[in-house]
Structures are given as C-alpha cells and as structure tokens.
C-alpha cells in the first residue's frame, strides 16, 4: 500500500494561467474525491469517481474547473484561468467503498501570483 | 441544514494533560463519523471512524472518541497528550448508508505546551 499520491505538492503561477493537477490512488481503490481547502477551514468536496465515471459534482466546481479518470486509475484536475480566489490546497482521497474511510494524499497547494 | 461543528478553534494543553476535543453534528439520521488529523502542509490521516455499535472508539495514536446521540456529539479524546500531537483535528461525516463525500468541520488547532 503506497497510500494516495498527489503531483506536484507545490504550484506557483500567474492569475489567468491554466494548471493541472495529478492524483493517483491506493491501487485497489475504486473511489476517487477531490476536495479544496483553504486557509484556516476544513477540506470542501469538488467532485467524486467510480472508476472512469464522475458522479457527483460540487456547485464549487465552476466551468473552469475540470477532472477527469480517464481509465478508472489516475486523475486529474485542471483548473483553467486561474484566478485569486483559486488559491488553496487540493487534496485527493480514494476509498475501496462507499462505507469505507476516504484516505488522503499530501495534497497539491497552489498558490495564484 | 446539515452541518458540523466544531466550537474551539483553537486549544492549548500542557504535555501529559487530558485533551478532549469536541464536534457536534446537524444531520436527520445519524451519520457515519470520522476524526481526522493534519499536520503542517499534509494530507490528512484517519484517526478513527463510528458507524454504528459500541459508542466507545478506539482509534490510533491512544486517541479515542465517544458517539453520543442524544448529543448529536462525537468528542475526541486522549488520556496524556505527547508534544508530537499538535496539529489540527477534523471531525467529518458522511450520510448513513455511505454517500460520497465527506463533511469536514472548521478544525481544531491544538497546541502543546512542554
């Protein structure tokens, strides 16, 4: 079990650029989630896998904002233009199951110049 | 609305003392419970989770949490804090029957003094 691992764990860029992030999960996890937390508040969910398929969206997710698991193992998050607001850390957890604890990577801190 | 709580933003505690770290809950059924832990700059780590069954959870790192429904409370607890135990806590909660994300309160930032 490697855990949930999570590139790059530090992103630097200008407003109005466009950034990709990376998770990949516990092998055998089926189960992926993305969450968003900002300084001094807990994680808030953006969007949730089964395998390939995205099934649950957070009103959070504005249209610049985009995940994809394309083969139900990876995934990736892009967040187009960026803007001031974007600014947090992005953590990734997967899960074998609905019922069982969601583990965490380092998370992706992004930081908007 | 459903929600966590969690009242004290931040918590000081001496080394060797008690800790008690609380999270209430605003849900129509009881949901599954979790505490987690994040240190500076990390993910977060499981410490324990409650879904149903004998209230008392035992968790890792001597941590432990008791579910108390008339409460609507799932308060963290650990017997003799060690200074390695700072860092912020997050009680989280997920829908009975799974669901598919969790809900985190604001957290709690504990400091230990030696």
Request: net charge neutral; aromatic share 12%.
């Amino acid at each position: 079990d490697t855990g949930v691992s999570q590139d790059p764990r530090h992103k630097i860029t200008k407003r109005g650029q466009n950034v990709t992030f990376r998770c990949d999960p516990i092998s055998e996890h089926n189960r992926l989630y993305w969450y968003r937390q900002t300084l001094g508040q807990g994680p808030e969910f953006l969007t949730y896998f089964q395998n390939e398929a995205q099934l649950e969206k957070s009103r959070l997710l504005s249209d610049r904002f985009s995940a994809e698991r394309p083969k139900g193992s990876f995934s990736t998050l892009e967040i187009q233009r960026t803007e001031q607001g974007d600014s947090a850390m992005y953590l990734c957890a997967s899960s074998s199951t609905g019922m069982e604890p969601q583990h965490f990577g380092d998370g992706t801190r992004l930081s908007i110049l | 609305a459903q929600s966590v709580t969690q009242p004290d933003i931040h918590i000081t505690v001496s080394e060797g003392a008690s800790l008690e770290l609380r999270c209430n809950y605003s849900y129509g059924a009881t949901p599954y419970l979790f505490w987690y832990v994040q240190s500076p700059g990390q993910g977060l780590q499981l410490l324990l989770k409650y879904f149903s069954g004998d209230t008392l959870v035992q968790g890792i790192k001597g941590f432990e949490a008791e579910f108390k429904r008339s409460q609507s409370s799932f308060n963290l607890r650990k017997p003799s804090v060690h200074w390695s135990d700072a860092a912020e806590y997050f009680c989280a909660v997920v829908p009975t029957g799974g669901g598919n994300k969790l809900t985190f309160g604001t957290g709690t930032q504990l400091k230990v003094e030696l």
